[in-house]
């Protein structure tokens, strides 16, 4: 699996969009960006998951770059319940494929 | 609810000790993953298994093992226990076929080695 690279930490306020980058510069052509998120010592989340293409659910947004080199996650409106460590994992889809953790970024969403 | 149960919740031992974690997937779900997150070492992935069989194999300690039962549920078998194994271990499991890939996890076990 491709190794992702991500900031260690970052702050937004409540209410206001929080943007988080990730950058897979050596990502494969068939591979998927992954986004997960940990809320203090629970079990990783999925969030939101993606080729090539922008992708948006209930959760959040993904952007991908036409390179597929790098992508942002973005939480629109962002809540003091979105405070987590939120990994971004590139990975073959489909059943069966373990999940690589790196270090992920630390959210604090502050009031 | 991810649909995925491990128990226990809490396990504190001493050194030297054995324990087992146990972890039922999501109904239907035929791969389970094991996972350790220690303070200093992030969420590394142990074994994996499917369908009773071994899928996959990370940093998994000799003094570790796994298995995968017929009725899917998993136990991770922990001995000799060391101070340095106290972590949390989590279970995930996933689905088969087309679809995304997606792994759901458990709550995790919180063990304690004193």
């Known amino acids: 699996d491709a190794k992702t690279t991500q900031p260690p930490s970052m702050d937004c306020a409540e209410g206001r969009a929080a943007n988080l980058p990730c950058n897979h510069s050596t990502i494969s052509g068939n591979e998927y960006v992954y986004w997960y998120r940990q809320i203090h010592s629970q079990g990783p989340q999925y969030i939101i998951h993606g080729l090539k293409n922008n992708e948006t659910n209930e959760m959040a947004s993904l952007i991908i770059t036409e390179d597929r080199k790098s992508s942002t996650l973005i939480l629109p409106h962002a809540t003091l319940r979105d405070t987590a460590v939120y990994y971004c994992i590139v990975r073959v889809a489909g059943a069966g494929n373990k999940l690589t953790f790196g270090g992920g970024t630390r959210v604090l969403v502050k009031p | 609810d991810s649909g995925v149960t491990q128990t226990p919740k809490h396990l504190i031992t001493a050194t030297g000790q054995r324990v087992t974690l146990r972890c039922s997937p999501r109904?239907?779900?035929?791969?389970v993953y094991w996972y350790q997150q220690s303070l200093d070492q992030g969420l590394q992935f142990l074994i994996q298994?499917?369908?009773?069989?071994?899928?996959a194999k990370g940093n998994i300690l000799e003094r570790f093992s796994a298995q995968q039962f017929p009725d899917l549920h998993s136990e991770l078998n922990l001995s000799s226990l060391e101070l340095g194994d106290s972590a949390l271990y989590f279970c995930a499991s996933s689905g088969t076929g087309a679809g995304t890939g997606e792994l759901f996890f458990g709550e995790g076990s919180r063990l304690t080695v004193l």
């Open positions: 109904s239907g779900d035929l791969s």
């Open positions: 298994y499917y369908n009773g069989e071994e899928r």
